[in-house]
């Protein structure tokens, strides 16, 4: 392996299909901070100027993220580097040539959960280069420590024979786990233009920056609020609670609910339909999440899996524990599912809980989601209940 400072080197109860946002990002100077935002699907329109807000592109069969939004991203675009309309799961895509024609590809695609693993992905990229499978005790002799800004990941290089043409290739691969996301930061294609290119994919990364769709909202002295996973177990990093909402009827757009007093609504984010903060004592969090999929959402199991990891929970095993777990509840209109699931904050280490309803409605299917601060949960789960059976759609 070499040193990043070579001088260059997963029921019988329903099925759920999502449809998410990938953001397509476009633009061509070079050498530029490029600052990008996922916004609604908007129309084609002439191309923007650079460090301008793009809009986003709607991207059948990209994963579910569970309802996060997913951040601003701004980067420094390296010399020689072109930009690409990004396409299937990506939310940037990069090219680069040399002299001799010979080409290397750029991708940064996040993706919910740990995505499989470390373990399945490293292999996964030794067999694009005619490599074979390491066992897990040999992935440690493989992983290199990188910075994507300021945030600790994992690098991989892999190096070999394309086994389509047979020519040279070379993989530089990057593992960013943040706030129950993925991040995958790759650069694929001929070995020694790849080779070549690795400073400038390490720089790459160094200049990367992420800042949610809220943030980019509040002013500079409000506090950061954590909408993507578990919350941090306060209202905010000063310790100072949250302000508590008085209940109200939901508008604009919004199907016509009741929200329990003690709900403050916050900015959703781009794959919310609506979301609510409740701070229980000691400034303990949870967050409330609307959201809304076509069609049966992505599959029970999935989505069942991607929650238990959120609060530190392993996969299920079987049907017989997929169906232990689901509970069909009454709502005004029909039938739905109920979760309820008892973990770890993987961030703190405290007693965290997650209780969803999964809602079938005409060719979509509705997520409630109540996640946090055990207690916070326990204390909020009838309010919870009766807020979704308030939904009028």
């Given at each position: 392996?070499?040193?990043?400072?070579h001088?260059?080197?997963?029921?019988?109860?329903?099925?759920?299909?999502?449809?998410?946002?990938?953001?397509?990002?476009?633009?061509?100077?070079?050498?530029?901070?490029?600052?990008?935002?996922?916004?609604?699907?908007?129309?084609?329109?002439?191309p923007?100027?650079?460090?301008?807000?793009?809009?986003?592109?709607?991207?059948?069969?990209?994963?579910?993220?569970?309802?996060?939004?997913?951040?601003?991203?701004?980067?420094?675009?390296?010399?020689?580097?072109?930009e690409?309309?990004p396409?299937?799961?990506?939310?940037?895509?990069?090219?680069?040539?040399?002299?001799?024609?010979k080409?290397?590809?750029v991708?940064?695609?996040?993706?919910?959960?740990a995505a499989?693993g470390?373990?399945?992905?490293?292999?996964?990229?030794r067999?694009?280069?005619?490599?074979k499978?390491?066992?897990?005790?040999e992935?440690?002799?493989?992983?290199?420590?990188?910075?994507?800004?300021?945030?600790?990941?994992?690098?991989?290089?892999?190096?070999?024979?394309?086994?389509?043409?047979g020519?040279?290739?070379r993989?530089?691969?990057?593992?960013?786990?943040?706030?129950?996301?993925?991040?995958?930061?790759k650069?694929?294609?001929?070995d020694?233009l790849?080779?070549?290119?690795?400073?400038?994919?390490?720089?790459?990364?160094?200049?990367?920056?992420?800042?949610?769709?809220?943030?980019?909202a509040?002013?500079?002295?409000?506090?950061?609020?954590?909408?993507?996973?578990?919350?941090?177990?306060?209202?905010?990093?000063?310790?100072?609670?949250?302000p508590m909402?008085a209940?109200?009827?939901?508008?604009?757009g919004?199907?016509?609910?009741?929200?329990?007093?003690?709900?403050?609504?916050?900015?959703?984010?781009?794959?919310?339909?609506?979301?609510?903060?409740?701070?229980?004592?000691?400034?303990?969090?949870?967050?409330?999440?609307?959201?809304?999929?076509?069609?049966d959402?992505?599959?029970?199991?999935?989505?069942?899996?991607?929650?238990?990891?959120?609060?530190?929970?392993?996969e299920?095993?079987?049907?017989?524990?997929?169906?232990?777990?689901?509970?069909?509840?009454?709502?005004?209109?029909?039938?739905?599912?109920?979760?309820?699931?008892?973990?770890?904050?993987?961030?703190?280490?405290?007693?965290a809980?997650?209780?969803?309803v999964?809602?079938?409605?005409?060719?979509?299917?509705?997520?409630?989601?109540?996640?946090?601060?055990a207690?916070?949960?326990?204390?909020?789960?009838?309010?919870?209940m009766?807020?979704?059976?308030?939904?009028?759609?």
């Amino acid at each position: 392996m070499n040193s990043l400072f070579h001088p260059w080197k997963r029921c019988s109860c329903l099925h759920w299909a999502i449809l998410l946002i990938c953001a397509a990002l476009t633009g061509c100077n070079r050498n530029e901070i490029k600052v990008y935002r996922v916004a609604k699907e908007q129309s084609a329109s002439p191309p923007m100027p650079a460090q301008a807000t793009m809009p986003a592109a709607v991207s059948p069969g990209h994963p579910d993220i569970g309802g996060a939004a997913l951040p601003q991203l701004t980067w420094k675009l390296p010399a020689g580097w072109e930009e690409q309309t990004p396409g299937e799961m990506r939310v940037a895509s990069f090219s680069v040539k040399d002299q001799n024609g010979k080409q290397a590809d750029v991708s940064v695609i996040p993706l919910p959960g740990a995505a499989g693993g470390e373990l399945a992905n490293v292999n996964r990229w030794r067999g694009q280069v005619g490599l074979k499978p390491v066992p897990e005790d040999e992935l440690k002799k493989l992983a290199q420590k990188v910075e994507v800004g300021a945030q600790p990941a994992e690098f991989y290089e892999q190096s070999g024979k394309s086994p389509g043409s047979g020519d040279d290739s070379r993989i530089l691969a990057v593992i960013l786990h943040r706030e129950g996301m993925a991040w995958f930061f790759k650069m694929t294609g001929d070995d020694r233009l790849v080779e070549e290119q690795k400073p400038a994919f390490v720089e790459f990364l160094k200049s990367f920056r992420f800042a949610t769709p809220e943030m980019a909202a509040l002013p500079p002295s409000h506090p950061p609020i954590d909408g993507a996973s578990l919350p941090a177990g306060h209202a905010d990093r000063s310790g100072t609670p949250a302000p508590m909402a008085a209940a109200a009827v939901s508008n604009g757009g919004q199907p016509d609910w009741q929200v329990p007093a003690g709900w403050q609504e916050t900015a959703g984010g781009q794959f919310l339909i609506a979301k609510f903060l409740v701070t229980g004592d000691g400034g303990a969090q949870a967050a409330v999440n609307v959201s809304a999929s076509p069609g049966d959402g992505g599959g029970l199991v999935p989505n069942l899996n991607r929650w238990r990891k959120q609060v530190g929970l392993a996969e299920l095993s079987g049907s017989e524990e997929t169906n232990a777990l689901v509970k069909p509840v009454e709502i005004p209109g029909g039938k739905a599912l109920l979760v309820d699931m008892n973990g770890t904050d993987g961030r703190t280490g405290e007693p965290a809980r997650l209780v969803a309803v999964m809602v079938p409605h005409g060719d979509q299917t509705w997520f409630y989601k109540l996640m946090g601060d055990a207690k916070v949960v326990e204390s909020q789960k009838e309010a919870f209940m009766k807020f979704v059976r308030t939904v009028r759609y």
